[in-house]
């Protein structure tokens, strides 16, 4: 008989059940609850400061992490903002503030205060680097400080086009349009080229790896990588992991290298890793989640944290490096959650996937790639696992076999390669078998199991199925009856 050196812990123990939910982001919101002129987010600018301005159909906001002030137009001020509607900003981090409105474009002052009417009519874009570039029809043109001017930079071909954005980086400029999908433009060799033939494109972004992801209005998102090849995606009804829309308005990647996009149905989170999109959407059940699924604009402040502007739903906020827990939930479609609230025992297999005992659901199976759930319950037939209470578990990486521990059903042996499953169950009058099928916990122990059951503790052979019940006389003292929880220390002790 094997021997231990045993020491009894008498614990009163308290079951607390952990309740997973489905994953999501906690957001924070500014709406005109807060201070905010207006429901409709056009755009967003973080000036050099850290200070965050909110670009509205009335007015623009200024946000300090604390109040927000509104400018708008002020008939007998010569320097109020000239028009009310911000459809876009950009800034030179140098004291001054660009905005595109609907009537043309302002400059503003952070250090008078004081807006300067620079353009009055139709302008589709401004962007800045180095120099203020405003686009007009088929032309850009780039501002002149000294002269007050804008003078003609670049005209594309086809007076019928209409520029809506411009990125410009490492000698050569990005130009979209809103019909003819995007143009690049080599500036050293004034060469044209025409690498994304159609669509109308929203918006321009660039990655910390020199990557551009390019938004158009209904022909989705555009990835260029830096060999130059051009990677689309596009929604699919049939895939849960595809970009939620085709319309996709802006891009931002976040301190943890993934990009977030703004779309008219949700924000999605693209992982590099694993080629797959993960949507969010606004929820009325959800007080801290989106408060409107259709995203204007994403900026990233100095923090990493994200803002997002809403169609009609304020200004949402969230830091991705702050949302260190995954949430999963009930779900009555398997792959999309779990089959019961009520969670207990969790382990992880060599493969990083993770393997879930419910206390009502039987096992559930999360596979961390396709992030879909897999359900193992009791069904008719000896090949399913005997008892949907689960309340043990043991992964025995070297065999690939997982050892379930049930409440009234036994132990159970899953072979993960196989998918079989074997169940062992206490036989009155058989000293050999279990002596409860209620499970409580299950330890290693060299080439064996110690288990812990509702009516004592055993030495398990794998290898046979047969128990050794321990403790069962007065030589290794009083009879141990109900046991929660086994665990050996360093010393191989068991506790």
Not at 319 to 337: A, D, F, L, Q, T
Not at 416 to 428: K, L, N, P, V, W
Request: negative net charge; contains cysteine.
């Amino acid at each position: 008989m094997r021997t231990f050196i045993i020491r009894l812990l008498l614990v009163s123990v308290s079951m607390i059940a952990a309740t997973l939910q489905a994953q999501n982001i906690t957001f924070n919101h500014l709406t005109t609850d807060d201070g905010l002129s207006q429901f409709s987010v056009n755009s967003l600018y973080i000036d050099e400061n850290g200070v965050l301005w909110i670009g509205t159909r009335e007015g623009l906001n200024r946000y300090d992490g604390e109040d927000i002030q509104t400018y708008k137009l002020q008939k007998n001020d010569p320097y109020s903002l000239f028009c009310n509607t911000v459809l876009r900003m950009a800034g030179n981090r140098n004291g001054k503030i660009y905005l595109l409105c609907t009537e043309g474009v302002a400059e503003f002052n952070l250090a008078t205060q004081r807006f300067t009417t620079l353009l009055q009519g139709n302008v589709h874009s401004i962007y800045y680097k180095e120099a203020l570039f405003i686009g007009k029809q088929n032309e850009i043109y780039r501002y002149n400080e000294q002269t007050g001017n804008f003078d003609l930079y670049y005209q594309l071909p086809g007076k019928s086009l209409e520029i809506c954005c411009m990125h410009l980086d490492n000698g050569q400029m990005w130009i979209g349009t809103t019909t003819n999908g995007a143009y690049r433009l080599q500036l050293d060799k004034n060469e044209l080229t025409h690498p994304i033939l159609k669509g109308n494109i929203t918006s321009i972004y660039q990655d910390s790896e020199g990557e551009l992801w390019i938004g158009s209005w209904e022909e989705g998102l555009h990835h260029v990588k830096t060999d130059g090849t051009i990677e689309i995606f596009e929604y699919d009804a049939k895939n849960p992991y595809s970009i939620s829309s085709n319309f996709v308005r802006a891009c931002c990647e976040d301190n943890l290298g993934n990009i977030w996009i703004g779309t008219f149905n949700g924000l999605n989170r693209y992982d590099k890793s694993t080629g797959l999109f993960q949507n969010h959407t606004a929820s009325d059940a959800q007080s801290d989640g989106l408060t409107h699924s259709s995203i204007w604009c994403i900026v990233k402040d100095n923090q990493g944290t994200l803002w997002l502007g809403t169609y009609f739903g304020g200004v949402n906020y969230f830091n991705p490096e702050y949302e260190i827990y995954s949430r999963y939930m009930y779900s009555p479609i398997e792959k999309k959650g779990l089959s019961n609230p009520v969670v207990g025992r969790t382990i992880e297999d060599k493969d990083g996937n993770l393997w879930i005992g419910t206390e009502g659901g039987g096992l559930n199976y999360y596979n961390r790639r396709t992030r879909e759930f897999k359900w193992f319950r009791p069904e008719i037939g000896p090949n399913s696992i005997s008892h949907n209470n689960i309340k043990a578990l043991y992964y025995d990486a070297s065999k690939d076999i997982i050892w379930i521990g049930t409440h009234l059903g036994g132990l159970n042996r899953l072979d993960i390669r196989s998918g079989q499953f074997t169940h062992y169950r206490m036989e009155a009058g058989n000293p050999e078998t279990l002596p409860s099928d209620i499970i409580r916990d299950i330890a290693p122990y060299q080439d064996h199991l110690v288990i812990a059951t509702q009516n004592g503790i055993c030495l398990f052979d794998p290898a046979n199925g047969k128990c050794q019940q321990l403790f069962q006389d007065s030589k290794e003292g009083k009879k141990i009856k109900m046991v929660a929880d086994v665990t050996f220390d360093s010393n191989g002790t068991l506790w």
